[in-house]
């Protein structure tokens, strides 16, 4: 879930973005179910047009869990994608970097 506020500039826009992830299936590490849960705080960055670049940095909180082992841990987070622009919606793809080891892909609908 993103909820954000963009500030349209000339050639570009910036947009201020809250966003929560939730793991919707599990992946395996030694045998054990790894769960990822991350709240963050995100200054993004799109080109214009209908086909663009996204960049973003931020502040994450994460809770990462492998078999019954959980820990916290706060942090900076970036990512990079592709956005296409579909009327009034646009998708996008997207690689978020939460820790040097655990990366996610993603794809989203924005209205």
């Given amino acids: 879930?993103?909820?954000?506020?963009?500030?349209?500039?000339?050639?570009?826009d910036l947009a201020l973005e809250g966003e929560i992830t939730t793991t919707t299936s599990d992946g395996k590490?030694?045998?054990?179910?790894?769960?990822?849960?991350?709240?963050?705080?995100?200054?993004?960055?799109?080109?214009?047009?209908?086909?663009y670049f996204k960049a973003k940095g931020g502040l994450v909180n994460e809770e990462v869990t492998v078999g019954s082992t959980s820990e916290t841990d706060s942090g900076v987070s970036y990512g990079v994608g592709l956005g296409f622009g579909i009327g009034i919606a646009q998708l996008e793809l997207e690689l978020t970097a939460i820790e040097s080891d655990i990366a996610f892909l993603s794809v989203g609908v924005q209205f």
């Fill in 29 to 51: 590490f030694a045998g054990d179910k790894v769960e990822v849960d991350t709240q963050a705080l995100y200054l993004a960055f799109r080109t214009g047009g209908p086909i």
């Fill in 1 to 12: 879930v993103v909820v954000g506020y963009e500030i349209g500039v000339v050639v570009a």
